[in-house]
């Protein structure tokens, strides 16, 4: 179980059917209410990136309601939610 948030950075990111997504690099914070936004996910698969309709890119932005759980990996829902580039 993750117990800081500096234990988020590095974990692998995976869809709920088990599709590697990347890694997360960062987390982005609301700085007025300390809720997590966003996890951005750097080094991500080609194929994912296809999926969402982006040819290439730095990586992306998943919203934190698109998380499902956060332990020794990132599981990620396979709901629509909105993914940004970055």
Not at 27 to 54: H, M, N, Q, T, W
């Amino acid at each position: 179980m993750v117990s800081r948030l500096t234990d988020i950075s590095g974990l692998d990111v995976f869809t709920e059917d088990g599709k590697r997504v990347g890694v997360v690099e960062d987390v982005s914070i609301d700085p007025d209410s300390g809720k997590v936004l966003a996890l951005a996910v750097g080094r991500v698969a080609e194929d994912f990136l296809e999926k969402i309709g982006v040819s290439e890119g730095r990586g992306v932005l998943v919203p934190y309601a698109g998380i499902k759980s956060i332990g020794s990996i990132v599981l990620m829902k396979n709901l629509p939610y909105t993914v940004k580039e970055v």
